[in-house]
């Protein structure tokens, strides 16, 4: 491994902008981030389904008036 090279590898704090800092180790002092474990939704069980664009109404509505199919005798 050559010498002078390498970035320096220190303490560090990561910022998110919910107010949460984690103490970690990186080679920048701090790290803003938008999102992490404390208030992502996947983690706080606060997560919503996004119907983006109406898909799911879009489906009922095409096939409301549609009969399901009688198997023949």
């Not at 999102?35 to 898909?55: E, M, V």
């Amino acid at each position: 491994m050559r010498k002078d090279i390498h970035p320096k590898y220190a303490p560090a704090k990561i910022i998110c902008n919910c107010g949460n800092v984690i103490e970690t180790r990186a080679t920048k002092d701090t790290i803003h981030i938008e999102i992490c474990s404390h208030c992502h939704p996947f983690y706080t069980g606060k997560q919503k389904l996004i119907d983006s664009a109406g898909r799911i109404d879009r489906f009922q509505k095409r096939y409301a008036n549609v009969k399901t199919a009688t198997p023949k005798k």
